[in-house]
């Protein structure tokens, strides 16, 4: 089992950034792709990005449209920790900010992620 812990959610206003945490433990070695997803209320849950480590050892990410050139996404393996880095925040960006991890490729389905974290609250206002 992998267990994930999110935290950095908060309330902003439009056009600050903030930036979110997964700590990741456990069997961590059974994973090689970490996401962030979001649901906002009334919404199905949405990619927002992911990192991966390929079978050459190399790092590669992808992004939803919506949050390209404003979020980036990063990893620190001494930590076990992926972050997600908020920039130029839109009150659309609100939504409850979910890590999960899956031992295979980057996937934008939720479906696809074996391990969730609980979540933690961002709320952008106008």
Known sequence: QVQLVESGGGLVQAGDSLRLSCAASGRTFTTNTMAWFRQAPGKEREFVAAISR?????????????????????????KNTVYLQMSSLKPEDT?????????????????????????????VSS
């Open 54 to 78: 390929n079978v050459d050892n190399i790092y590669y990410a992808d992004y939803a449209d919506s949050v390209k050139g404003r979020f980036t996404i990063s990893g620190d393996n001494a």
């Open 95 to 123: 939504a409850v900010y979910y890590c999960a991890a899956r031992g295979g490729a980057i996937d934008s389905a939720p479906t696809r992620y074996n391990y969730w974290g609980q979540g933690t609250q961002v709320t």
